[in-house]
């Protein structure tokens, strides 16, 4: 251990790695700088009634707030200074995903009349190719949008949480494909940053077992209705307990 620790470094090796590590450095330096600048930016553009108040308690995916890529200062408590929102309670956005939405789409969702147009903007919203009064493909166009890409990104992070969101990812997957999952969550994450931004609207998870029943509602409702266009009644099955056992 002790050799393999010391190595054999020949001159220009230690030169290389020389260079290297003065790269790093100047361009950790260059990074800080970044960060000071879009700190002292935010703080300019805090509203006339600043909130000092700390954001509510967070309820969100584990490990998004901590990465060693996230900016220097508080991302959290000034973008929330900024906007009076807290967008890092959406599942799958933390601070750093925040605030590159914050800065691709702007604080003005007035721009797009409906979360509909901000979705198609996004190319997150199904592109129907009808003929013949038949739709013959409902596939989302392509899109080069940062945004589009963070909110895919996003939304395969919630996929893997315990959440209303993270539940019907898991259902999305097994139906149509863990592709078309991910497109489907990213435009609910869409929307619901929208809403957020425009109507100040407050983010609130149900969890991922509300979310079943409201699914098994659903599914048993369409079998009634089903039934009712046959002529038919749906009645529950009952459980009968007799001595042999359970019949």
Known sequence: MTAALTGSYKPEHLFALTQA???????????EACDRVIESTLKQLQQENDSTSPPPTLQ????????????SFDVRQSLFSFIGIDLTQIHGIGSSVALKLVAECGTDMTKWPTSKHFTSWLC?????????????SSRTRRSSSKVATMLRLAAVVVGKTNTALGAAYRRYAARIG?????????RKLAILFYNALRYGMAYVDKG???YE???????????????????????????????????
Do not use: M, W
């Open 178 to 186: 863990k592709a078309k999952a991910v497109t489907a969550i990213a």
């Open 124 to 136: 997150l919203a199904p592109c129907n190719k009808i003929s013949g009064g038949k739709i013959l």
């Open 208 to 210: 991922a077992n509300y």
């Open 21 to 31: 590590l003065e790269l790093i450095d100047f361009y950790v330096e260059k990074i």
């Open 213 to 247: 029943e409201q699914y098994q509602k659903k599914v048993i409702n369409n079998l009634h209705r089903k039934a009712d266009a046959l002529g038919y009644t749906l009645q529950k099955k009952a459980l009968s307990i007799s001595a042999a056992g359970v019949s």
């Open 60 to 71: 969100k995916a584990r490990g998004r707030e901590s990465s060693k890529n996230n900016p």
